[in-house]
T-cell receptor, first 111, second 110 residues
């Protein structure tokens, strides 16, 4: 079974630039999550999708972050414009049978 | 809202030692997850358990639902076990998001 795929693995951008991350969940998993993990902390939920609908985006900073899952499969997370405090690992996860599966994450550094 | 506490925050062990990491949570749950995160950032699911005990190789996870407490044990620890171990519980029923502990950073020295 293929795992959750994320790209890119690493990204360095300057503040005020924009960036996009991509996630391909495990085939058949309707539930997809994006988490933000700041160094030294546990992951924090940004947004949850059920198929192509948003279930919870209460912690997504909507003035600069956006996410979509148009066909209920792949998802993209965008930050525009980026701030220094957005430096973190962005994790995508999908859930099936109760168990959560995580991607390798994208490590974003904003300079 | 479920809150997750892990201890210890950091742990250094000699190769071969028996290691225990603890996790407590505040709200009753259907299942608890133990996850492993290596320096590259990716997270691997080690266990999902709802009662009793599970074993996989040198890793053992136990849970006490009544006491809202779980432990992760590593027997005969090895330097390759060095990683951050994270406990996570769902915020509610169904496919609700996971709430994560802050993690335990384990370093095993040869």
């Amino acid at each position: 079974e293929a795992g959750v795929a994320q790209s890119p693995r690493y990204k360095i951008i300057e503040k005020r630039q924009s960036v996009a991350f991509w996630c391909n969940p495990i085939s058949g998993h309707a539930t997809l999550y994006w988490y933000q993990q700041i160094l030294g902390q546990g992951p924090k939920l940004l947004i949850q999708f059920q198929n192509n609908g948003v279930v919870d985006d209460s912690q997504l900073p909507k003035d600069r972050f956006s996410a979509e899952r148009l066909k209920g499969v792949d998802s993209t997370l965008k930050i525009q414009p980026a701030k220094l405090e957005d430096s973190a690992v962005y994790l995508c996860a999908s859930r099936g049978g109760g168990e959560a599966f995580f991607g390798q994450g994208t490590r974003l550094t904003v300079v | 809202k479920n809150e997750v506490e892990q201890s210890p925050q950091n742990l250094t062990a000699q190769e071969g030692e028996f290691i225990t990491i603890n996790c407590s949570y505040s709200v009753g749950i259907s299942a608890l997850h133990w996850l492993q995160q290596h320096p590259g950032g990716g997270i691997v699911s080690l266990f999902m358990l709802s009662s009793g005990k599970k074993k996989h190789g040198r890793l053992i996870a136990t849970i006490n639902i009544q006491e809202k407490h779980s432990s992760l044990h590593i027997t005969a620890s090895h330097p390759r076990d060095s990683a951050v171990y994270i406990c996570a519980v769902p915020t509610g029923a169904g496919n609700t998001p996971l709430v994560f502990g802050k993690g335990t950073r384990l370093s095993v020295i040869a």
